[in-house]
Each structure stands twice: as structure tokens, then as C-alpha cells.
């Protein structure tokens, strides 16, 4: 009986550890002087995966405009 619970402790931390959280993201765009411009919602997605994301936007962004744009 011991011997099958450590077995199911260990699963469940692997589990846990293995799991990537996802959490809504939000993509702000900034004027040089500190004034959002636009805001937008990049959904539920890995940390990694919404930088990716907001970098694009910014590229985009500054592009065209004065600024820069941040992850929320």
C-alpha cells in the first residue's frame, strides 16, 4: 500500500510539472508619452506563446507609430 502511494504522489507532481500554465493575456500599446493607444486581448495562451505575440504587434505598431507596446 505505501509502495502505491508514493507511485501516485510522484504521478500527480509530474503531472503538475508537465503542465503548462495558460493564462489570459492582454497586449498594451503605449505613445511615447505614456498614453495607451490600443489594448489588445491575445486570449489564453502560454507566457512564452503571448510574448511572441505581443513583440509582433509591437513590430507592427512602432512601425507606423511612436512607442512601444508591453505585455499585461
Not at 493564462?23 to 510574448?51: E, F, H, Q, R, W
Amino acid at each position: 500500500m505505501k509502495k502505491i502511494t508514493t507511485i501516485c504522489i510522484a504521478a500527480l507532481i509530474s503531472t503538475a510539472l508537465l503542465t503548462s500554465c495558460k493564462k489570459d493575456y492582454t497586449c498594451t500599446c503605449k505613445d511615447n508619452s505614456g498614453t495607451v493607444i490600443t489594448s489588445n486581448p491575445l486570449g489564453k495562451m502560454t507566457k512564452k506563446k503571448a510574448t511572441a505575440d505581443c513583440n509582433t504587434l509591437g513590430t507592427a505598431y512602432t512601425a507606423t507609430n511612436s512607442g512601444s507596446c508591453s505585455l499585461n
